[in-house]
C-alpha cells in the first residue's frame, strides 16, 4: 500500500511551459485534492474531487486545470506556466467527505524561471 | 471564506519541556473541525491530532493535546515531554462539517533544543 504518490518530485519550467504533476492513491479513496504551499505560508486548496469524473474548484484554480478519470488518479495541469506558479505542490485524499483525515503524498517543488 | 491564524511564526522548547502552539480561527458555522498537521523537512504533511467542534471533551494523541475554545475560536496545541523529532513547522487547520475545503493557517515553526 504505497498511499498517495506524486511526480515529478522537482521540476524546473521556463515561462510558457505547461507540465502535468502526477498524483495517484491506492487506497480506493473518493476524494483526492490538490494544494499549493508558498514559502511562509499554509496550504491553498487549487482543486479537488469527490470522485471519478466530477472536479471542483477551490481557492486558487486560476492557471490550472484537472482531470478525474479513474478513482486512483488526479493530474494537475499547468497551462502556460508563470513565476508566480513556482511552489510546493501537494496532493491528498481521503475517503469520504467525512473522513476528516487527509492522506498527503510527498509534494512537488516546482520552479518557473 | 474562514480564515486560520497562527500567531507565533517560531517557537522554541528544550528538550523533555512543554510547549504551546497557537491558533485561532474565524468561522460563522457551529459545526467544523479543527486540526494540527506537522510538516517536518521531508515536506511530507502529517496529521498530529483532530478536534470535533460538537465535541467538549479536548482531543489528546499521547504527547499532543489541545485546548479547544469553542467560543473564543481558539484551538492551541500542547506538545508534552518534546522530542528532537518533534522539531518541524505546524500549521493548524480548519474544515467546515459541510464543506469540502480544508483552510490551513501560515504555520508555526517549532525548534527543539538539546
Redesign the interface.
Known amino acids: 500500500n504505497a498511499g498517495v504518490t506524486q511526480t515529478p518530485k522537482f521540476r524546473i519550467l521556463k515561462i510558457g511551459q505547461s507540465m502535468t504533476l502526477q498524483c495517484a492513491q491506492d487506497m480506493n479513496h473518493n476524494y483526492m485534492y490538490w494544494y499549493r504551499q508558498d514559502p511562509g505560508m499554509g496550504l491553498k486548496l487549487i482543486y479537488y474531487s469527490v470522485g471519478a469524473g466530477i472536479t471542483d474548484k477551490g481557492e486558487v484554480p486560476n492557471g490550472y486545470n484537472v482531470s478525474r478519470s479513474t478513482t486512483e488518479d488526479f493530474p494537475l495541469r499547468l497551462e502556460l506556466a508563470a513565476p508566480s506558479q513556482t511552489s510546493v505542490y501537494f496532493c491528498a485524499s481521503s475517503l469520504t467527505r467525512d473522513m476528516e483525515t487527509q492522506y498527503f503524498g510527498p509534494g512537488t517543488r516546482l520552479l518557473v524561471l | 471564506?474562514q480564515t486560520?491564524t497562527q500567531s507565533q511564526?517560531e517557537m522554541s522548547v528544550q528538550e523533555a519541556e512543554t510547549v504551546t502552539l497557537s491558533c485561532t480561527y474565524d468561522t460563522s458555522e457551529s459545526d467544523y473541525?479543527l486540526?494540527w498537521y506537522k510538516q517536518p523537512p521531508?515536506?511530507?504533511?502529517?496529521?498530529v491530532i483532530?478536534q470535533e467542534a460538537y465535541k467538549q471533551q479536548n482531543a489528546t494523541e499521547n504527547r499532543f493535546s489541545v485546548n479547544f475554545q469553542k467560543a473564543a475560536k481558539s484551538f492551541s496545541l500542547k506538545i508534552s515531554d518534546s522530542q528532537l523529532g518533534d522539531a518541524a513547522m505546524y500549521?493548524c487547520?480548519y474544515?467546515s462539517a459541510r464543506g469540502?475545503?480544508?483552510y490551513?493557517?501560515?504555520?508555526t515553526s517549532l525548534t527543539v533544543i538539546p
Do not use: D, E, H, K
Open positions: 471564506a486560520v511564526p473541525y486540526f521531508s515536506r511530507q504533511m502529517i496529521l483532530r500549521f487547520a474544515r469540502n475545503q480544508f490551513f493557517g501560515t504555520g
